[in-house]
């Protein structure tokens, strides 16, 4: 596979606050997912779930399946249970040709919670890493059996948040767990993302691009405000609309010899924020940033 951009349709219609979009009809987030220029999209709830279904509407744009959100819960139950209960979605991911899931532990995180601070987020006991890595690992390795890789996806909310939760979690699980960077994630969350590109540099099997308005996120931590509020208020944009260095991270990718999607996944209020205007913009600025630093040719 060659580097491909893709997006992830809560640019049109939210998974976590289901009014925000939520009279957009599915037909018009692919359809104006193609004309900004996209190759592919990600799952999103509007989306139908059997492949029988979906391939002829995603053909009929002209759209490729990236991937799509798992909610793991290896916090609460084994891995055989978790492998039990992901079949549903590897089967349609499989069936769709699909190379990567995106995969995050749910069980007790708070991102959906509108009323929960980020300062309330869990925050897993140095005990609990060990098992927490193992379970993942099975998981992993079951997985790439099937012809999948695990993208595991650090999240605002969640006990994988930080640059030193990344890095544990990287540190307890073996190959077959692979890293989602997330550029908005990391930085939101503290990090500098392109140092969390050079340091786990070898597990990055998917991107998403989301950029930072700065004064945003300080009012965010200032506030104390809740994941989905400091989104409400602004928070991510598309790239090039923000504080992200978006050559320096992709440099790292490039010289690494990445391949795999660059997703643009940027929530906001689509009321405020033109979904067209801004996949169009998102695209543009992802695009350039990989001709320029020799991801994509010109």
Not at 42 to 69: D, T
Not at 82 to 98: F, K, W, Y
Not at 102 to 109: C, R
Not at 133 to 141: K, L, N, P, Q, S
Request: proline share 4%; charged share 20%.
């Amino acid at each position: 596979m060659t580097i491909e951009i893709g997006i992830n349709p809560i640019t049109w219609s939210n998974d976590d606050l289901l009014y925000l979009g939520g009279d957009t009809p599915l037909e018009v987030c692919l359809a104006e997912a193609r004309e900004a220029g996209y190759a592919g999209i990600e799952l999103g709830n509007k989306f139908p779930r059997q492949a029988s279904v979906l391939a002829p509407i995603m053909k009929r744009h002209h759209l490729k399946l990236v991937s799509g959100w798992y909610s793991a819960s290896l916090l609460k139950r084994s891995a055989k249970e978790e492998i039990a209960a992901m079949q549903p979605h590897l089967s349609l991911l499989q069936d769709m040709g699909c190379k990567v899931m995106v995969f995050a532990e749910t069980s007790n995180d708070i991102h959906g919670d509108q009323s929960r601070p980020l300062s309330e987020r869990p925050i897993l006991k140095a005990g609990a890493w060990q098992q927490f890595g193992e379970r993942m690992t099975a998981v992993g390795d079951y997985m790439e059996k099937q012809g999948l890789k695990l993208a595991y996806h650090h999240h605002m909310g969640g006990v994988v948040q930080s640059a030193e939760e990344v890095d544990k979690l990287m540190a307890v699980t073996g190959p077959s767990v692979g890293l989602l960077l997330d550029t908005g994630h990391a930085v939101f969350g503290g990090a500098d993302p392109v140092a969390m590109a050079k340091r786990h540099i070898n597990r990055i099997v998917h991107v998403h691009c989301k950029d930072i308005r700065k004064d945003i996120m300080a009012r965010a931590r200032k506030e104390n405000m809740s994941f989905l509020n400091a989104v409400l208020n602004g928070v991510f944009t598309v790239p090039g609309d923000g504080m992200i260095d978006y050559d320096s991270v992709l440099s790292v990718l490039s010289a690494a010899g990445y391949d795999g999607w660059l997703v643009v996944e940027a929530e906001q209020d689509p009321a405020k924020a033109h979904p067209l205007t801004y996949a169009k913009m998102g695209y543009r600025g992802l695009r350039d940033a990989a001709i320029r630093t020799g991801l994509l040719s010109a």
